[in-house]
């Protein structure tokens, strides 16, 4: 006898992963759409999530520089993914360093930042990119003090 209603693809979707015993929800994996979101341009640049092994989200990072910041921020950042995701779906990541694959997502024009050519900029326009509205306020000083340290470094580069 033909079924007279359809049925959803992501229903049986699960009904077959939940028989090979992979009953994972689905939703887990939104947490690549809400990264970029919850965790701002200028971490996403520099890390992404590359798998979800059970709670532990693995994520890959540029350099040990930012390694060492997102160990710091680490607590945030799940308790802001799973904010997000409105359940607990992350308990803890594990960063690597590694290759970061990242698009920009693109904005409108009109919303998109004037930005002077290379070299041109002050450093004060340098460091309003770091830090976005709504910011967590422990993750603005991280990449203040960030900023400030490779600015250091390189000013002292400049002059030998």
Do not use: C
Not at 41 to 69: C, F, H, M, Y
Not at 86 to 94: G, I, M
């Amino acid at each position: 006898m033909p079924r007279s209603t359809p049925i959803r693809l992501d229903a049986i979707l699960e009904t077959a992963l939940a028989r090979l015993g992979l009953d994972r929800s689905l939703d887990d994996y939104r947490i690549w759409q809400a990264w970029d979101e919850v965790v701002g341009r200028v971490i996403a640049r520099n890390a992404q999530p590359v798998r979800l092994d059970g709670k532990r989200l693995v994520v890959t990072v540029r350099n040990s520089s930012w390694l060492q910041e997102l160990s710091m921020l680490q607590g945030d950042l799940v308790a802001r993914l799973n904010e997000w995701m409105e359940r607990e779906v992350v308990r803890d990541l594990f960063l690597v360093v590694g290759k970061v694959d990242y698009e920009e997502k693109q904005k409108p024009e009109s919303e998109a930042p004037v930005r002077p050519r290379r070299g041109s900029m002050d450093a004060s326009a340098e460091e309003s990119e770091l830090v976005t509205p709504g910011m967590n306020q422990d993750i603005a000083a991280a990449f203040e003090r960030l900023w400030h340290a490779a600015r250091s470094r390189k000013d002292e580069a400049e002059e030998e």
